[in-house]
């Protein structure tokens, strides 16, 4: 029966007393991008621009940038869905040859996303006339966000760059230090998207890609969602939009909870919208509040879930 409820569910979110969520697709390229429009998504939460410059000895032009970021709009250009693009993230666990230093002690910790621009600012000038191209071609509403953002100053810097450009700007929140103080930062951008991969090996100080610390970076974490709360809230404070964009939006009961802590929008793999777009419909708002606040409280991420499950599913 459940299984029924979410091949049937077909957009767009909210929960059953009708509080609207925007649930948004994460691609990395046209072929995916096109893919996700099969699924009830609203836009493109996430463009993992880096993951197709991978395997490229040099920095594409601008014009060939262009024409990727086009091709990856179009599918969204005529029913007035937005696309968030992630300018580069190139460094740690994603090098790019003709971006990444070379030789960092600490990758995870060193010149990455858009720390890049700081000694290369033509890279990061280059990629938004490509997006600014890209979006004026098909007239897509495309928003642009930085990785690895750590302070406001860096985020004004890059927003006044974005809007020069006449698009607009946000901050991915995957720095504590930016969690902590969103409400500064959300005076000089549009809008912020939590990354809870980053946030969560930032916060636990634990390697996403190290299988024997999964405990640790595991997005129920408390200490987490502490974090992930302060930035809705400063977001509902602010009027501007707070999105996850981490695998956390992707797990149906964390997602209803991440809605009742004041998250707007939800981006996860399109095949994972269903699944949350159904749950969502079976939950108030306050049902959702109730359990931001339960797993707040809990001491770990089992006690998280039990709580979460026991608000969101009480009948089992
Ligand atoms: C994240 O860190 O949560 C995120 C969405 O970015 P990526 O997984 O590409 O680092
Ligand atoms: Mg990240």
Redesign the pocket.
């Known amino acids: 029966e459940r299984r029924a409820a979410v091949a049937a569910w077909s957009g767009p979110a909210a929960t059953r007393d009708g509080v609207a969520v925007k649930l948004l697709a994460n691609v990395a390229d046209p072929a995916s991008a096109r893919a996700a429009t099969e699924e009830p998504v609203e836009g493109v939460g996430l463009f993992r621009t880096e993951l197709s410059f991978l395997d490229r000895p040099t920095e594409p032009s601008v014009e060939e940038q262009a024409e990727l970021y086009a091709a990856v709009f179009e599918p969204y250009a005529a029913s007035g869905r937005h696309v968030v693009v992630r300018t580069l ?1 190139a460094g740690s666990d994603k090098p790019i040859a003709f971006a990444t230093h070379e030789g960092e002690e600490n990758p995870a910790l060193g010149v990455r ?1 858009l720390r890049l621009a700081a000694d290369n600012p033509a890279l990061l000038a280059h990629q938004l006339d490509a997006v600014a191209e890209a979006a004026g071609r098909t007239g897509v509403d495309a928003w642009v966000m930085a ?2 953002v750590a302070t406001r100053e860096e985020a004004a810097a890059f927003a006044a760059q974005v809007h020069q450009r006449g698009l607009k700007a946000g901050a ?1 929140v ?1 720095v504590p230090a930016v969690a902590v103080l969103a409400h500064r930062v959300l005076e000089v951008v549009d809008f912020l998207s939590i ?1 809870t ?3 969560t ?1 930032y916060t636990m100080a634990a390697d996403r890609l190290a299988s024997d610390l999964a405990h640790l970076t595991d997005p129920w974490q408390p200490a987490v969602l502490h974090l992930v709360a302060i930035t809705a809230a400063a977001g509902q404070e602010a009027g501007k939009p707070v999105g996850v964009c ?1 695998e956390a939006a992707a797990d149906p009961l964390l997602a209803c909870a991440l809605v009742g802590m004041g998250v707007t929008s939800l981006s996860m793999a399109a095949g994972a919208v269903r699944a949350v777009g159904a749950q969502l419909a079976r939950v108030t708002l306050a049902q959702c509040e109730e359990a931001a606040e339960a797993v707040l409280a809990a001491d770990d991420p089992a006690a998280a879930r039990v709580a979460a499950r026991a608000v969101l599913e009480p009948a089992g």
């Open positions: 993230d996303g990785p690895m991915m995957e990354g991969n980053d946030l090996q981490g």
